[in-house]
């Protein structure tokens, strides 16, 4: 009877490790798209590549920054800022709002004094992730940004 009992508990903590588990993985591979969406946004302004930076952007997105506007608004972030330094994005907060995700991360651009905070704003529809916002948490851009700042936005 006892050996019944410990086996039962051992099964219950097992199933249990394995849904904690389970959970950690999912929370880490959504991460791993927010990290691979954002580097390549980055990258594509880098290189002033629309097509690269707006892959993932909602139709919203896509209207509130049309090629153009991103044409004439990059170099101006990057006269202020620089480039940003390839791979050099650490997460610094996470927050989920119904099937919204929002996340921040710390980066580096060549001629900033600081770490520049990036929230990049994500959801998902059908199967594919799709970025319904990006916004420099800098006060010094948020008049040459086009979308202005999160704050600004009320998102």
């Known amino acids: ?50 097509a690269q930076s707006s892959e993932h952007f909602d139709e919203d997105l896509k209207d509130a920054m049309p090629e153009v506007t991103f044409t004439r608004i990059v170099p101006c972030v990057k006269e202020v800022i620089g480039n940003y330094i390839p791979e050099t994005r650490e997460l610094w907060h996470v927050v989920t709002s119904g099937i919204y995700t929002d996340v921040y991360y ?6 900033a004094v600081k770490d520049m905070i990036v929230h990049v704003g994500f959801y998902e529809s059908e199967g594919k992730m799709y970025v319904y916002g990006f916004w420099f948490e ?18």
């Open 106 to 111: 710390m980066t580096k651009y060549t001629k």
């Open 1 to 50: 009877m006892q050996k019944a009992i410990i086996r039962i508990v051992l099964g219950v903590v097992m199933i249990l490790g394995l849904v904690v588990l389970a959970s950690a993985c999912s929370g880490e591979s959504e991460l791993e798209y927010a990290a691979s969406i954002t580097e390549g946004i980055l990258i594509g302004m880098n290189e002033s590549n629309y």
């Open 138 to 155: 800098e006060t010094s851009l948020w008049e040459i940004w086009p979308l202005g700042s999160a704050h600004e936005t009320g998102l």
